[in-house]
């Protein structure tokens, strides 16, 4: 159902770990999107700490390794810690490694969140009625991601929607939305023709630009006064919609 590694840590707690990494993002010559290593971290943290709170973890570490240079090390850890910042989590460390004894003509970065949980999410859910699905922000992937930024669900709203306790939040990466959908229910597996969705649910979400929640009827306009315009629903087209 997720992206994630869970094992037990002692009698109480279980470890999640979540990972991320780009190739080709940076600042050298050859890399395919040109920008600053704080960007290139801040979106692979997001990722990794998004798919570990969706878990049900509390993150408390990252490792980055770093293979841009010596000198990208403080601009990628200040991304890491912009990412922790917006989602209200200051005290996580930080480690990693650089790779110094030869230079890469490419940017590439690896990062690792790990979390503790006593309980963790459970599978599959059990698709019903009375059950509603959305996507928060929009999918994004290589140079959209810093044109289109405003379209971004922000950390800070995963936060919150998380700290509500009731919905199951799922981060979309670069399989698409409906990929991500059908990892979501035991009972049900969804077709493009058989959406209604404004968002196009085949393309890549890139750096988890977007995420699906799931929640109760009652609640959908609590999640949409929360969400804005970051809320884009998802409903299942019956024979009479077509």
């Given at each position: 159902?997720?992206?994630?590694l869970s094992f037990?840590?002692?009698?109480?707690?279980?470890?999640?770990?979540?990972?991320?990494?780009?190739?080709?993002?940076?600042?050298?010559?050859?890399?395919?999107?040109?920008?600053?290593?704080?960007?290139?971290?801040?979106?692979?943290?997001?990722?990794?700490?998004?798919?570990?709170?969706?878990?049900?973890?509390?993150?408390?570490?990252?490792?980055?390794?770093?293979?841009?240079?010596?000198?990208?090390?403080?601009?990628?850890?200040?991304?890491?810690?912009?990412?922790?910042?917006?989602?209200?989590?200051?005290?996580?460390?930080?480690?990693?490694?650089?790779?110094?004894?030869?230079t890469l003509n490419?940017?590439?970065?690896?990062?690792?969140?790990?979390?503790?949980?006593?309980?963790?999410?459970?599978?599959?859910?059990?698709?019903?009625?009375?059950?509603?699905?959305?996507?928060?922000?929009?999918?994004?992937?290589?140079?959209?991601?810093?044109?289109?930024?405003?379209?971004?669900?922000?950390?800070?709203?995963?936060?919150?929607?998380?700290?509500?306790?009731?919905?199951?939040?799922?981060?979309?990466?670069?399989?698409?939305?409906?990929?991500?959908?059908?990892?979501?229910?035991?009972?049900?597996?969804?077709?493009?023709?058989?959406?209604?969705?404004?968002?196009?649910?085949?393309?890549?979400?890139?750096?988890?630009?977007?995420?699906?929640?799931?929640?109760?009827?009652?609640?959908?306009?609590?999640?949409?006064?929360?969400?804005?315009?970051?809320?884009?629903?998802?409903?299942?087209?019956?024979?009479?919609?077509?």
């Amino acid at each position: 159902m997720r992206d994630v590694l869970s094992f037990p840590f002692n009698d109480k707690e279980f470890i999640v770990v979540a990972s991320d990494n780009s190739g080709s993002i940076g600042n050298k010559p050859g890399d395919s999107v040109y920008t600053d290593y704080e960007t290139v971290a801040y979106y692979s943290v997001r990722v990794a700490a998004m798919e570990c709170l969706a878990a049900g973890a509390e993150p408390f570490a990252v490792t980055l390794q770093n293979f841009c240079g010596e000198s990208a090390w403080e601009e990628l850890e200040l991304g890491v810690k912009k990412g922790l910042a917006e989602l209200k989590l200051p005290d996580v460390k930080i480690t990693g490694s650089t790779e110094s004894n030869f230079t890469l003509n490419q940017s590439a970065v690896g990062l690792s969140v790990l979390g503790k949980t006593t309980s963790l999410v459970s599978g599959p859910l059990v698709y019903s009625d009375d059950i509603r699905l959305a996507v928060i922000g929009s999918p994004l992937v290589g140079g959209e991601v810093l044109e289109r930024s405003g379209e971004t669900a922000p950390l800070s709203l995963f936060a919150q929607l998380h700290s509500l306790g009731y919905p199951v939040l799922l981060p979309v990466g670069s399989k698409g939305i409906l990929s991500e959908l059908n990892k979501l229910f035991a009972n049900r597996t969804f077709t493009k023709e058989k959406l209604i969705a404004e968002l196009d649910m085949l393309k890549s979400s890139g750096p988890a630009t977007c995420f699906i929640i799931v929640f109760p009827l009652e609640k959908e306009e609590e999640i949409k006064s929360i969400a804005g315009s970051y809320f884009h629903p998802v409903t299942e087209r019956r024979d009479s919609d077509a």
